[in-house]
């Protein structure tokens, strides 16, 4: 069966750290872009960042610059989602789902994970 599953997730302290990882199953991670997407109670999903193949292109939304940081283990067909600083505001369900990724945007290419629940609460 053709899926990516996410896992990672938890409860956090404001200011903690958390790493998501988004694997394969059924096909190749390596072999498409990825990104992550989230989203908050009540709220839209929204875009957060992704990796190209070649993890020569990267792409954050604004919020997390200098705080989340994306990357990919191909040789483990794993991306992985490091998030720093973590704001309540972080929390949200993260999705990982196949993407067109380039500097400016990330498109959604049609598979989704289930997701994985991030809470920043003290």
């Known amino acids: 069966q053709v899926q990516l599953v996410e896992s990672g997730g938890g409860l956090v302290q404001p200011g903690g750290s958390l790493r998501l990882s988004c694997a394969a199953s059924?096909?190749?991670?390596?072999?498409?872009?990825i990104g992550w997407f989230r989203q908050p109670p009540g709220k839209e999903r929204e875009g957060v960042s992704c990796?190209?193949?070649?993890?020569?292109?990267?792409a954050y939304t604004d919020s997390v610059k200098g705080r989340f940081t994306i990357s990919r283990d191909n040789a483990k067909d794993t991306v992985y989602l490091q998030m720093n600083s973590l704001k309540p505001e972080d929390t949200a369900v993260y999705y990982c789902?196949?993407?067109?990724?380039?500097?400016?945007?990330?498109?959604?290419?049609?598979?989704w994970g289930k997701g994985t629940l991030v809470t920043v609460s003290s």
């Open positions: 789902a196949t993407v067109y990724c380039s500097p400016n945007r990330q498109l959604p290419m049609g598979l």
């Open positions: 059924g096909f190749t991670l390596a072999d498409y872009a």
């Open positions: 990796i190209s193949v070649g993890a020569d292109t990267t």
